[in-house]
């Protein structure tokens, strides 16, 4: 009994001393040598260090918060090393992406004499590090220039946008062509190494096919000097058309394979007016047989972990203490097993079918796009085993039986032409007591006011998960207000923001359809967890779509062989439609080409519209088709030729990748929801809202069939990255995610 009561006083003084530890540890993350923005603090010093001769730079990766090989033998070499003005690291600098890592490395870092750039990877972005690369290095993907040599970053971890990438890239390959040198660094290769050894079957090369092949094409087509990536311990250099391509794995962490290749090293650039050349400089290893090291690696890891920081190693002494004494005292005592024991059976976490509810202000059959995402998201989740319950307005008229949609009684109904809008009754019991009838998992509201403060409401009540999709951009619906006092202005520029930043705080999660939503988010203050998710892309219409139906269309509209334009918005002041009618005027009185506008929607300014045209003498030219059933719509994308669009009130333009699908190019003023889906150049055009430049590129691409053609391609195989069934396995990942954080 003495030695047991013995054992619980240092088992409480083992939990004292760890909680102790774990404290100061967590003092250390939170208030010890904090540091931000690095890569910015780097980039400064080497573009103020121009002159017109040569320079070296350094180029290694996979360091892995390594003190053996990196602080004590590399970084030695690179200081004694005077022509070396600055080093580049292609990722995986930590080994990965906790609080602690990052003040390793910051440690190691501070002993180089030289300016120091690090490339995302993935060990950045794990175990959420992706926040702290940001904070503590800058952006995921940027560029500088220093003495006549340009250098770009691109993120290969899937935390930014390959599409928004793709466009910014273009751009920058353009600037470089004037520049003597240009260098491309990213974490994973641009290709597959296809090897029988293990280590290198292993390395991580660019997944996404869309974007590997735009990269391949690139760097084939631009004069590009040199692409470096990463590997584990190995190097590797290779010429494609041209293009040197290094991997450059040996800064230090991870195990060296059997391979000649396989080494601690570090790669010395040097760039001079007539070129570049490059030096290895290996790292020589006591062990000399290949039999010892293996074990020389294991021992370089552990050493390197507890040298990262003693407390990490005291830590591991305690926890083994702790889990010792535990195991100790009750096996030490003796318990009578067949009397009182009880079986208990093995229980697994499993992500079963959700049940959902979603709240909006409207719904079908109101055709919009809020409506139309949320039916296409709801379809998709229910082939994916998941109750949906749609908690929508009730229309007047509208008595068809919907599974899965409960409709809410009215306060009052508004109706403007196609302008649908009944306000619901959200005070009514009706919508509370259908709610109880379900074990719901998850909320999903779609509007930051009325509908999804109800939902709000009931999830905070209930402690019940609640997701935001960011639809609408709120200060561009300004003008639908009365202009008192300033009323109209103070709604767009301080009000709406407020509003969704207020709204988005008390929820869960947020759904940001483009990257251009996100950053508006990020931008307002909105911290709470978010993700790009747009509206995904229904394909089986296309399939289903027949060429008689399509040509049909094209006979009707298009009876003499025109090029047939096509738009797809509601006819409204937000919209930009006046700008369209315009931009449509100046490309009919300059150029030979025949064609049609065919503008299909509805909404309050029709009758407006269709008085412009005909005082144009456009009614030969522009067709306003009107309301067309959703489902049909696709035959319309076939038939056309050319997509064009002039809204700038779009969060993430699902019309725009809609028209990609029936493989039209599409040209659009460019706005927060256009950057991200149109790629200049490759599927489409965008423009500043200047109708002689929107239409100057409408006019190009009528009178060039061969781009036409091209573009056409490009836009279709894009769209394909964004059917709806992709897009629901992303919103039920967030799902899963929001519910674990809520338990």
């Not at 906790?98 to 175990?127: C, F, M, Q, W």
């Not at 008595?399 to 508004?414: I, T």
């Not at 207000?481 to 999660?509: E, W, Y």
Request: aromatic share 12%; proline share 3%.
């Amino acid at each position: 009994m003495k030695r047991r009561r013995n054992l619980k006083i240092i088992l409480v003084i083992d939990i004292f001393i760890l909680l102790l530890l774990i404290s100061y540890k967590g003092y250390l993350a939170l208030y010890e040598s904090d540091f931000d923005s690095k890569n910015i603090e780097s980039i400064t010093a080497i573009t103020t260090d121009q002159n017109d001769g040569s320079f070296s730079f350094v180029v290694l990766g996979n360091i892995r918060n390594s003190i053996d090989i990196f602080e004590r033998k590399i970084i030695e070499k690179i200081n004694r090393d005077s022509n070396v003005s600055f080093v580049i690291s292609t990722g995986n600098a930590v080994l990965n992406g906790s609080e602690d890592k990052y003040r390793i490395l910051n440690r190691s870092l501070e002993k180089l004499d030289v300016p120091i750039i690090l490339t995302a990877g993935k060990n950045e972005v794990s175990r959420n590090g992706d926040e702290k690369f940001y904070k503590h290095f800058g952006p995921f993907y940027f560029s500088f220039e220093h003495n006549g040599s340009y250098f770009i970053f691109l993120d290969t971890t899937g935390k930014t946008s390959y599409q928004w990438q793709m466009a910014w890239l273009e751009n920058e390959l353009k600037f470089a062509e004037n520049l003597n040198n240009t260098f491309l660094f990213m974490n994973d290769a641009p290709f597959r190494i296809d090897s029988e050894s293990v280590f290198d079957a292993d390395l991580s090369y660019i997944e996404d096919s869309v974007f590997r092949g735009f990269l391949l094409e690139k760097i084939e087509k631009h004069p590009i000097t040199a692409v470096f990536s990463n590997g584990p311990t190995i190097y590797d250099e290779r010429v494609f058309n041209g293009v040197n391509y290094f991997i450059s794995g040996g800064g230090g962490g991870g195990f060296l394979s059997q391979q000649p290749n396989s080494y601690f090293h570090h790669l010395v650039v040097n760039v001079a007016p007539d070129g570049i050349t490059w030096e290895v400089i290996k790292e020589e290893l006591p062990a000399k047989y290949t039999a010892t090291r293996l074990l020389e690696n294991i021992w370089i890891v552990i050493h390197s972990f507890f040298y990262i920081n003693w407390i990490n190693f005291v830590i591991v002494m305690v926890l083994l203490a702790l889990i010792a004494i535990s195991i100790y005292i009750p096996a030490s005592k003796e318990v009578d097993y067949y009397s009182h024991a009880k079986v208990h059976s093995a229980s697994q976490i499993i992500k079963n079918p959700l049940n959902i509810a979603v709240f909006t202000n409207n719904y079908l059959p109101y055709v919009a796009g809020v409506p139309i995402s949320i039916h296409r998201l709801s379809s998709a989740l229910r082939k994916r085993g998941h109750n949906i319950i749609i908690f929508a307005p009730e229309y007047p008229g509208n008595r068809k039986e919907e599974e899965g949609v409960f409709r809410c009684k009215p306060l009052l109904h508004k109706k403007t032409g196609d302008y649908d809008f009944p306000i619901i009754n959200v005070f009514s019991k009706e919508i509370d007591r259908e709610f109880e009838k379900y074990d719901f998992d998850v909320i999903h509201v779609h509007h930051p006011f009325w509908m999804g403060k109800k939902g709000l409401k009931i999830g905070i009540g209930k402690n019940i998960p609640v997701i935001l999709t960011y639809h609408t951009r709120l200060e561009l619906y300004a003008h639908y207000l009365p202009n008192f006092l300033f009323s109209r202005l103070i709604f767009k520029n301080i009000v709406s923001h407020k509003m969704i930043r207020r709204f988005s705080q008390k929820c869960d999660a947020v759904i940001a359809p483009t990257l251009s939503a996100l950053s508006y988010l990020e931008n307002i203050g909105v911290s709470r967890l978010k993700k790009v998710i747009p509206t995904g892309i229904d394909s089986e219409h296309y399939i289903a779509s027949d060429d008689s139906a399509v040509k049909a269309i094209k006979g009707v509209y298009a009876p003499e062989g025109e090029l047939l334009l096509c738009s797809v918005s509601r006819l409204s002041e937000e919209k930009n439609i006046y700008f369209l009618i315009d931009a449509i005027e100046r490309v009919r009185d300059n150029t030979d080409i025949p064609f049609r506008t065919l503008l299909i929607g509805d909404g309050p300014v029709k009758d407006r519209l269709q008085t412009i045209i005909e005082e144009k003498n456009l009614s030969d030219i522009i067709v306003l088709k009107g309301k067309v059933e959703q489902y049909d719509i696709p035959k319309y994308y076939l038939a056309s030729d050319i997509f064009v669009y002039s809204s700038m009130s779009e969060t993430q333009g699902m019309v725009i990748l809609e028209a990609m699908t029936g493989g039209c190019p599409v040209i659009a003023v460019q706005s927060s929801g256009i950057d991200d889906v149109i790629i200049d150049n490759y599927n489409g055009f965008k423009t500043d809202n200047n109708i002689t430049e929107w239409s100057d590129r409408v006019i190009h691409l009528l009178e060039n069939a061969e781009l036409r053609k091209e573009m056409s391609l490009n836009a279709f195989n894009y769209s394909k990255g964004f059917t709806v069934d992709i897009m629901a396995k992303k919103v039920e990942s967030l799902y899963y995610k929001a519910i674990e954080r809520k338990i």
